[in-house]
Every structure is written in structure tokens, then in C-alpha cells.
């Protein structure tokens, strides 16, 4: 391990280990030899273990910071879990050990099966005391094969047992203490499979179980010769999605960068922001607030991209990505290696240079931000020109709305009395609205249907100003659609971010102002007449949507609010002449 311990931690940590070895050997010595003096020994030990687990809980306050994504925090919650799976492990000797001197007849105790799964896990407290002290991920991956080991010995322990209860062939008090023997083996198992993971944690400097290190490797390995060594990785988290998928990202040292065809420098420090580049490859569970604190592992430095989950997930993931490629090459990333194994999925996606949209609009200047959103423009005018097909399509934004309305009123449950009156005067719900604005969607198809990317927000957007080229990520969802689509979900990503700085907002609500105006203009070339209509739904389903990801009362007041009145105006409109109607976006993006 190359992360600094703790003051004491070392030496408790050793002490932890002796104590628990100790117990279980107590415990392999009466099942060998009952005695009294054996089980007074053990269970006047209990207290000891959990002191010294305190201890350690205590010396690493980094722990308690949930600050997963550095490096020193990880490690000594690593430290801190070993050390709580040990304390468990002293409980379980000692639960163990209450059954079996409640058993009458002592000649059903399989003594031989038992005392080898009790050498088993003695041998696993060693290896997790070696493994954590010089980052061995092979004497990591020996926890899991004695987890699984102990887990099928249990097993068939339990099916005997179950089978002589069912013949009545021993007293059933007896068996019954038996079977809650096996259990707490099974369990004693299980914490060597967490010890293990523990240290896989500290060594990659991410929260890893042996599935997901498993697939790491698997898809590491894939790249072939070049490819770094286990051992020589940093894996760290970038985004937890809501989707259940993890995204990391994968460094290495500098001779493994070279083997994979990446220079010393990658993306500079003004391409990139905590983790916010390519390694976003799906929308975090938290909404990013702009400036935080640079992780261990700059990200220009990353090799490339791990993200696993659910197999659907991933694979979607996969076919958007390829299907880009085979649409428009060159705005999506590459995928390196693809791994699936079960219910599970992995992917391995090439890192790319360049900033978000978001961390753009946050800390950079204005004329960048102009930048970065003109050569966004073209490249989405390229976009939707190239992939263009002269088929009608419904957004459906309503049916969209609807789908998502238990999940807005879940988090903000006071939206669903929002219009049942004012001032005395019976008002529309918002159902009612959507009701009658679905209606209305009817009428107003796109003229045309492009690809898009279906989840357009300013955090799924890169733009690499040394390039001066824009890329795209997340893109599970994509699909030939209506433009306003993603059109509508970016301007309301600008008004959805969080911040407190009043000048700086009513910059990045400019810009969004700045983005409609020439999605107009392109409305106008394509002499699409439906477009100021079909925007307005479009901004008031993002509007309402969003706010199941804010909880910030205030802000997703104001959303939901807007959302109504965007509804209220558009079904008060004549839309006999739709390339008539005119939406008051300046006064719907202001504060």
C-alpha cells in the first residue's frame, strides 16, 4: 500500500488480528476438547477485540468523510472496515461457540468437518492482515475462494441437518444448535469475502466487490500486451448513475499510458474538472455543483473509462455508442472491451480530453463559454443534416410528463395541490393541463425526425477547446426523434443547476436564451412551422421532470411553476398559424 497509516493503526491492526486468531483457536481447541475453562477463556475475550476496532475507527477520520474518490480516504476505510470484520468475526466465534455447549449429545458434532472450516478462516484472518499490509490483490482474491469454500461446506452441512430433523434421527434441540453452527460458518465466510474486498478497495482506490474487480480485469486484460498490470491501477469513482451503473475512472503509471498509445499529458488541467469530462458517461445521482475538490488522480491522466451495472444498462449503452459511430464516427467515444458476465455488464470506454458544458458555464470565461456553444451550434446543425429523414415524428413530451408525475410528487409532494385554487378561483391541475395539451400535441408533429441524443444535458456534452471539437456521452438513449427533444432538455439543464452566484446564473440563463434563438433560426431554414409549439411542451416537461432531481424548494418551485404557465399559455394560444406562435423565453429564463 502506498497510502500512509495512521498513526497506530498498524500496530492495533496487528493486535486485532492475534486477538481474533486467538479466539478462533480457542474455539478449534474445544471443538476438539470441551472444557468449561475453553469456554470461560473465550467468552471473557469479547470486549477486547471491539476496543481495539474502535481504536482504529477513531484513528481515521478520513473515513467519516464519505470523500470515496480520494485516495486516502478510501484506504482508510478499507482500514476500517477490516477492522469491523474482524470484530464481527469475534462475535461469530463467540455465537458459535454458545451453540455448541448447548448440545447435549456431543458425539453429533462433526469435529473433523468443523475444525477445517475453523483452520479455513483462521487462515483468512493472516491473509487479510498480509494482504492489507502490502496490497497482495492474489491473497485478496484467496479471501473469496475460502468464502465460497465455506459457503458450500455450510451448505451441505445444512441440507444433513435438515434431512435428520426431517427423520427424526436425533434430538431436535440438538440439531437445531447444529444448524445455527453451520450459519454462523456460512456468515464467518461471508466477512472474509468483505475482508477481502476491503483490500482490493485500498489497493484500487475504489470501492470494489470480486465481481466488479472480476470484470475490471477481464476487460483490462482484453486490451491485450500493452495493457497495465492490476496492481499498477487506480480505479477512481467519477458517478454513481440512477440507473444503478458505476463510472469510474481507470489510471496508471506513465509506462502503462505509453503501452496504451497515450501521451504524458492527455487533457490539461484547463480541459477538465473533477472527474466531470468523458468520465460522466452517465447522469450522476447527485446533481454536480460546479467547483469541488481535485481527486487523487487528475483526469487527464485516466487510461480509459470502467463502467458496470445491470446488463440491460450496459448493453443499451453499448449498442447507442456503436450505433453513433456507425451514424456520425467520430462524436462518440470508443468502446475498448466489453464484458458481461450474469445479470451484470462492463464496459471499458475510451477517455476523452475536454470539458463539460456544465463545468464550462461554471468557471470559465465568456468568451469560452461563446466558444464552446458556437461550435456546439455547428456541430449539431452538421448533425441533424447528416442523420435527417424526411419522416414525421411525435416527441410524445406529454405521455413523457405523465410517466414521471408519481416521481415529482414523491419528492415534492406539495406540487400535487399546485392549481387547485387562487385567490378563491378553481384552477387546472397540472393532469388537467397535460390532458388538454396532449390533445393539442396531436397536431403538432416534426416535419422531419434527426438523431438525437436523447439525454442532452450540459453534463453529458464535452467540448475540447484545444481541438475545438465537441463530443458526446451518455447515450443510451438515442433514437431518431424530434430535435426539440434535446433541444429543450439542454436550455432547462441551464436553469436547473444550482448555484448561489446571482451574476453568474444570469449569465448561463443567457446562454441558454442565446442556444434557442439559433435553434430558431434552424427551425426557420428547415421551414419547420410546428417548432415554437412542440419547444413549448418540450420546456414544460423538462421543467416539471427535473425537479424529482432537486431539492432545493425554491428552485424547484420555480420549475414546476414554469412548467404550468408554459401549458397554460400555449392551450390559450390560437394555433391555427403555429409558425405564428411566440413562447416569452426571456422572461421564462430569468430569475
Partial sequence: MNQAWPESTRDNLRFLCSEVDNQFACLQAFVSTPTAALARKLLDRQGYAQNLCLRIEQA?????????????????????????????????????LEQLIRIDDSQ????????????????????????????????????????????????????????????????????????????????????????????????????????????????????????PNTADMHVETLAETRSGSRISGIAASGSSRAALG???????DAD??????????????????????????SPSEYLAIFKDGLERKVEEERVGVERW???????????????????????????????????ILINEDAALNRQAQTVLVETLFDVWGVTRQNTPVHA???RQLLKRLADVYQIHPEFKECGVSLCGRPQASLEQLVEQATRVETTLQAPFSVYIHGDFNVDNILYDPVA????????????????VQDVAVFMVSHYRLQLTDDVLRARILSMALRFAHKARRFAEMQEDATFEPRLALGLARSFATSTRFILDAGLAGRMFMRARFILEHLLAADLSRPADY????EELFVD
Fill in 582 to 585: 411566440r413562447l416569452p423565453l
Fill in 396 to 398: 410524445a413530451h406529454m
Fill in 60 to 96: 481515521c477520520p478520513d473515513a467519516r468523510t464519505h470523500k470515496r474518490s480520494q485516495a486516502r480516504a478510501r484506504f482508510q476505510q478499507s482500514l476500517v472496515d477490516v477492522a469491523s470484520g474482524l470484530a464481527r468475526l469475534s462475535e461469530l466465534a463467540r455465537g458459535c
Fill in 108 to 227: 453429533l458434532i462433526d469435529d473433523v468437518v468443523l475444525i477445517k472450516s475453523l483452520r479455513r478462516v483462521r487462515r483468512g484472518i493472516l491473509r487479510s492482515e498480509m494482504s492489507l499490509e502490502n496490497g497482495s490483490l492474489s491473497l485478496s482474491l484467496k479471501l473469496a475462494r475460502s468464502r465460497d469454500k465455506l459457503k458450500r461446506d455450510s451448505e451441505t452441512r445444512i441440507a444433513g441437518l435438515t434431512g435428520q430433523l426431517k427423520k427424526k434421527r436425533a434430538p431436535a434441540e440438538d440439531l437445531t444448535h447444529l444448524l445455527f453452527v453451520a450459519r454462523e460458518i456460512e456468515q464467518m465466510g461471508e466477512v472474509l469475502g468483505q475482508l477481502g474486498e476491503a483490500v482490493i478497495s485500498a489497493a484500487l482506490g475504489q470501492s470494489l466487490n470480486f465481481e466488479r474487480y472480476a470484470s475490471l480485469t477481464h476487460l483490462v486484460n482484453e486490451l491485450g500486451s500493452g495493457s
Fill in 262 to 268: 497515450h501521451d504524458s499529458h492527455g487533457a490539461t
Fill in 468 to 483: 475545438q471539437r465537441i463530443r458526446f456521452i451518455d447515450l443510451h438513449r438515442s433514437a431518431y426523434m424530434d430535435y
Fill in 272 to 297: 477538465t474538472h473533477d472527474g466531470q469530462s468523458a468520465a460522466s458517461n452517465d447522469k450522476s445521482s447527485v446533481r454536480k455543483e460546479g467547483k469541488g475538490s481535485r481527486s487523487a488522480s
Fill in 325 to 359: 459511430h456507425d451514424i456520425y464516427p467520430g462524436i462518440a467515444p470508443r468502446i475498448l472491451s466489453h464484458h458481461q458476465q450474469g445479470d451484470s455488464a462492463a464496459l471499458l470506454i475510451e477517455h476523452l480530453p475536454g470539458m463539460t458544458i456544465e463545468h
